[in-house]
């Protein structure tokens, strides 16, 4: 399929712009069913790109009532749509003003859940191979280039939303796996409980018998309060769950002295010995020892405060026979004391006015934040009405605050207006909590007032100072950044005047931007500059002009216009100062460090637009200089290819003619078939190069239809099959694969398995071995693998092996012994990938052969059912019949050429009258009529397309194009020209004669 050519200007913008089709074109070429299938279920594409027209071309390509399409202009767009959704694939414009598409990729590829996303690069630009790399490292799976072919992009986004689909389908297969393992899980559990209550029942039994001895251990156990026993001795007798809890620990019965605890402390923090404990105490001394708090430690080294109450038990006799303990945990009570003591302290050091009020709002209690803030000493303020801070058209605030607080609703960051003891108004936030007492009962409110003036006036310089940047981003001119800036300053200041003055190219300060100065003044002070040449820059602040000692005229001017204080910020960048912005107040102005930032953030706006629009200007030349490079290289490797092949091409004609002339000895024949074969290397290798260039730039378009691929690999083996059987090799085919059709371009994988077979051939030494096989894999991919038995590689080759220009160290460190230009295998590498699929090397190391492996998606059923199976045969010329009398003019400005063709083609029986150049061809086209025009188009006082034109609209002649230029661009412009043929020299005559039977049957 040739690509129809675009604006150029739409390229370099990167805008899309469909590929237009002449009428003929639309009627022959196939219409693939591709793209994403419905199934009814939704699935979001991301579609990333800053023109708005692109995204708009994207979902005209992409739009099914099955697919979610979301737009992103922008990478914090993408990337806020990837916190929110799930996507099939993301299709990304690389080229984007604030973030590349390559570093929002690594972004995106940096975050786990999105890991697995699919990312499809857009491009407007020639990309180096490094820059391709670099994308795939990011995490990108293809590269497409504007202007993008519709069909190409559906096909892709098709295969990774079905890819998505059955991703989701295994997931829902897998929930349900795992909800019967659950199920099963929960019949186990189950039948597990019911052994253990038929286990309990038992027990219970057993347990009933044992209940009237322990009943009073258990008593002891189950009280609240920790409680042990021991006897006359200490030694712990019996102890409870509580005890337990609180020692952290199991005593030992019958072994633990005096108590259970792991440690002992004294209040203070110092250690208590264990035989000075109040246990110990009371057992030594047969009273009890009560009061005395002591600090338990824990084995996991955790503490709590005791009070313990021992306490000697005697028998009927009087004998003392033990003690029993109960131990007081009051840590919660101590740290709430704490707490309290702290609470107490942070109200009354608070800067926030802290008040406390009952439900009659008289005031209980007042900090020393609340007399800065409202002005009030704690004596004039408790026992007052809090109604004495509000002003009175906010008296009824207080009732409804007060109906809140009694339902028992806290009252959270409510701002308004009080007054404080002078008068004056504050702006504040007021935080108000219900109080309440040990029952639980409201009885008052705490009330928390901050004042939020100076809060305010950031947010309004804050909210300014986006509104500049945002303005700064988007603007088209440095004089709209700066009448922004000025509108920046007085939201962030009480300023009544502001101006931009900015260095023109002689390094004179002129006025761009200003607001409240007059003609006059802007007059008498532009060009001044309070820093001297070389000076570094600092602001300076005037509070008071009559204070300041400006030269007399200057102060003049300044006090004529009203100005009372100005100040001088400087407009920086990478050190070279650009301008000044200035701030004027009417009156004398005590300049506060407050007002210093945002006047120095706008400023490094300013400084930041003209840096932007300057690095704009150089970013447009240097992309001008990009694309004449590109067009250069273009030009280059057209010129080059033109005059490679044009020596060429008589001597492919003649050789090829003489190869198949049955009246020229066998010998003889062999001769030319040589001299043939060489040529057509020749050729191959110039082809390669343009080739490379092609496919790394997106140039080549894949013209798909439904294949038989065990058809396309034995056309390709066909190629070869004379070269097999002169080096005496052994060919095996293995065709395992059961379902064999797939959806290409059977030219260019045909170019795929030809390369991968001559490789084979060219490294594999005589009566060596070569199998080609296919097999499927999980019934969605069809393997190809074509195996020798050759000269092998070694790991660094394999490394390389799909690198343009690499080739193997084959033997005896001869790089070129084998020739060639390295190209073949990257350049198969890049058709495989176009075809959606993979190749692979192996080799076991030197002279151990290597296998190339090809994965290739298999046809879906919606391709099968829209396509009859077409395998990809040479085209047989030998029934072609040559007309006889069919006058032909040849223009051929390289006279071997001109020569052999003449020859051949009135040895064909043509009439031929043959031309150097376009003016004498224009000359024998007045005089005589033509059946058929064979043109170069490269010639030396015009061109072919040209001729072709000229001709075709005062006659139905049909035209061949003859020519060294093989690009993209050049077919095309045949095509439009009129040209039914476009032959690329040099020119086997086989090809020719398909073209003139082409030419007689049209």
């Known amino acids: ?218 008593v002891v156990r189950n009280l609240p309060a920790a409680v042990y026993v021991t006897d006359a001795e200490g030694r712990v007798t019996l102890f409870n769950e509580a005890a337990e809890v609180l020692w952290g620990r199991k005593a030992e019965l019958g072994k633990d002295l005096w108590c259970g605890s792991y440690k002992i402390f004294n209040p203070d923090g110092s250690a208590l010995p264990l035989e000075e404990c109040p246990m110990a105490v009371a057992l030594k001394t047969g009273h009890p020892a009560r009061g005395q708090e002591i600090i338990i430690e824990r084995p996991d080294g955790t503490r709590r405060n005791v009070l313990p109450y021992p306490e000697p038990l005697h028998d009927s006799s009087g004998k003392m026979v033990g003690a029993i303990n109960m131990l007081m945990d009051i840590t919660e009570s101590k740290r709430s004391e704490e707490a309290a003591r702290r609470l107490a302290a942070i109200v009354a050091s608070s800067d926030d006015a802290i008040i406390s009020k009952d439900l009659n709002s008289i005031i209980t209690s007042w900090n020393e934040g609340a007399t800065r803030l409202f002005g009030y000493t704690d004596e004039e303020a408790i026992g007052k009405p809090i109604t004495m801070l509000i002003p009175e058209d906010r008296v009824q605030e207080e009732a409804h605050i007060i109906q809140t607080i009694r339902r028992g609703e806290p009252v959270n960051h409510f701002e308004t207006v009080r007054r404080t003891k002078d008068g004056k108004l504050l702006e504040i936030s007021l935080t108000i909590s219900p109080i309440k007492n040990a029952e639980g009962k409201i009885i008052g409110a705490s009330k928390i007032a901050r004042d939020i003036a100076r809060r305010k006036q950031g947010e309004a310089q804050q909210r300014a100072l986006y509104d500049l940047v945002a303005s700064v981003n988007h603007a088209s001119s440095v004089t709209e950044v700066c009448n922004a800036a000025i509108e920046a300053i007085f939201h962030c200041q009480s300023a009544d005047r502001a101006a931009v003055l900015l260095n023109d190219t002689g390094g004179i300060m002129r006025f761009t931007a200003w607001q409240g100065l007059s003609d006059e003044y802007r007059r008498a002070v532009e060009g001044h500059s309070p820093w001297k040449p070389g000076e570094a820059a600092q602001a300076i602040f005037i509070r008071d002009i009559d204070e300041a000692g400006l030269d007399g005229q200057l102060l003049n001017v300044i006090k004529k216009e009203g100005i009372g204080a100005l100040a001088f910020i400087p407009i920086i960048c990478k050190d070279r100062l650009l301008g000044k912005f200035m701030v004027y107040f009417n009156a004398p102005h005590d300049f506060k460090p407050e007002e210093l930032h945002p006047a120095q953030t706008i400023a490094s706006q300013i400084a930041s637009a003209i840096e932007r629009q300057r690095a704009l200007q150089d970013l447009k030349k240097a992309h001008g200089e990009s694309l004449a490079a590109s067009r250069a290289k273009d030009d280059f490797l057209a010129t080059l290819s033109h005059e490679l092949r044009t020596p060429l091409n008589p001597i492919l004609l003649t050789a090829s003619e003489a190869a198949n002339n049955p009246k020229l000895p066998s010998d003889v024949r062999a001769d030319f078939e040589l001299v043939r074969k060489n040529v057509e290397l020749e050729a191959r290798l110039i082809d390669d190069l343009l080739d490379l260039t092609r496919v790394t730039r997106g140039k080549i378009l894949l013209e798909k239809q439904l294949l038989d691929l065990h058809a396309v690999l034995k056309d390709a083996i066909a190629n070869v099959q004379e070269e097999i059987n002169q080096r005496d090799i052994v060919l095996v085919t293995e065709f395992k694969a059961g379902n064999h059709n797939v959806y290409a371009d059977g030219v260019r994988l045909q170019q795929v398995f030809w390369n991968l077979l001559k490789n084979a051939v060219k490294f594999t030494p005589p009566r060596g071995q070569i199998t080609v096989e296919t097999e499927l894999q999980d019934n969605k991919m069809l393997l190809i693998r074509i195996s020798d038995t050759g000269i092998g590689m070694n790991r660094e080759e394999l490394g390389r092996i799909f690198n343009a220009f690499s080739q193997g160290d084959h033997a005896n460190g001869s790089a070129h012994r084998f020739g060639g230009l390295g190209l073949g295998l990257a350049i198969s590498q890049k058709l495989v990938e176009l075809h959606s699929g993979k190749i692979n090397a192996h080799s076991e190391g030197r002279d151990k052969g290597a296998s190339f492996i090809i994965e290739l998606p298999l046809a879906s059923p919606a391709e099968i059912n829209g396509n009859g199976i077409m395998p990809n045969r040479q085209t047989d010329t030998s029934h072609i019949n040559h007309a006889k009398g069919l006058r032909i003019l040849l223009v051929e400005d390289h006279e071997p050429t001109r020569t052999v063709l003449a020859q051949l083609l009135a040895r064909r029986s043509y009439e031929v009258v043959t031309a150097g150049s376009l003016s004498e061809a224009r000359t024998l086209a007045g005089k005589q009529v033509f059946n058929l025009l064979i043109s170069d188009i490269g010639l030396p006082d015009g061109s072919g397309y040209d001729l072709m034109a000229e001709m075709g609209k005062k006659s139905s002649i049909r035209g061949i194009a003859l020519t060294g230029y093989g690009m993209e661009q050049d077919l095309a412009r045949s095509q439009n020209a009129g040209f039914i043929a476009h032959l690329t020299k040099p020119i086997r005559i086989q090809s020719l004669e398909t073209a003139l039977q082409a030419a007689q049957s049209s």
């Open 1 to 218: 399929m040739l690509e129809s050519t675009t604006s150029s200007s739409a390229r370099e913008k990167g805008i899309f712009v469909m590929p237009a089709r002449s009428q003929e074109a639309e009627k022959i070429e196939p219409k693939p069913d591709v793209g994403p299938k419905p199934t009814g279920e939704r699935v979001n594409i991301l579609l990333v790109d800053d023109e708005k027209r692109n995204l708009d071309a994207l979902e005209i390509i992409l739009t099914l009532p099955d697919l979610n399409l979301i737009r992103a202009q922008s990478a914090e767009d993408a990337l806020l749509a990837l916190m929110n959704n799930e996507f099939a694939c993301i299709v990304l414009d690389i080229q984007m003003p604030t973030m590349s598409g390559l570093d929002l990729a690594k972004l995106i590829k940096g975050r786990k859940r999105n890991q697995h996303i699919p990312i499809i690069f857009l491009t407007a630009y020639f990309l180096e191979e490094r820059d391709i790399l670099h994308g795939y490292g990011v995490g990108a799976v293809d590269y497409l280039t504007k202007p993008v072919s519709p069909q190409i992009l559906r096909s892709k986004v098709g295969v990774f939303v079905d890819l998505f689909r059955t991703a989701r389908a295994l997931s829902a297969a897998n929930a349900l796996l795992e909800f019967e393992v659950a199920q099963r899980k929960k019949a186990e559990e189950a039948l597990r409980l019911i052994n253990n209550e038929l286990e309990e029942r038992v027990q219970q039994r057993v347990e009933e018998l044992k209940f009237a001895e322990a009943r009073y251990h258990q």
